[in-house]
């Protein structure tokens, strides 16, 4: 039973870097289990069929973490997908279900490909990232979660095997920090 679940959540349009780095990073940590849903499930209908598994997966854990990198300013097509199938049918359409894990403490991480300069306001992307992902921290908030501040690397689509080995040890650093 993992204390730590982090679901991964990477579409693959192109071969993932830096959230590769990030999971590999992590993958040997004691009570921390990662489980890329993409892969898990192919198509969008996959996971639906298997909603009553991840409803299980998520009681067997202690703290949850969701990875994925930014997407049009927020997470990719099956991490919105998952919200809309698991989490709705737990804290809306069976709320009895969702009170088992009222204070799951809850974060994201995100990598974003552009630099942190062009998340401010004026800059090219207008708005800080974490007021872009807030919708996450809302999310947690319905859902009775313990929101915890997220973990954030930007400029990746510039980054070689330095940066992304760097990337991924402060993420381990940060996910052991949590889980202490």
Known sequence: ?????????????????????????????PGVETVDLYAL???????????????????????????FPVHWFGAPPRA??????????MFFLRPDEGKRLAGLPFMIAATAGMP????????????PLE???RPWEVTARQSGFAWHP?????????????????????FRARIEAWTS
Not at 23 to 28: E, F, P, Q
């Open 41 to 67: 499930y192919p198509h969008e209908d996959d996971l639906k069929a298997a909603q009553d598994a991840e409803v299980e997966r998520l009681y067997h854990c202690d703290r949850l973490c969701v990875q």
């Open 131 to 133: 007021h872009l992902l």
């Open 116 to 127: 942190r300069s062009d998340y401010a306001p004026g800059a090219r992307n207008l708005y």
């Open 150 to 170: 997220a973990f954030l690397v930007y400029g990746t689509d510039d980054f070689g095997e330095a940066e992304r080995g760097q990337a991924g040890a402060e």
């Open 1 to 29: 039973m993992p204390g730590t679940l982090i679901l991964k959540f990477h579409p693959g349009y192109q071969p993932s870097k830096t959230n590769a780095a990030l999971t590999r990073a992590v993958a040997n940590l």
């Open 80 to 89: 919105m997908a998952w919200q809309d199938i698991v989490l709705n049918r």
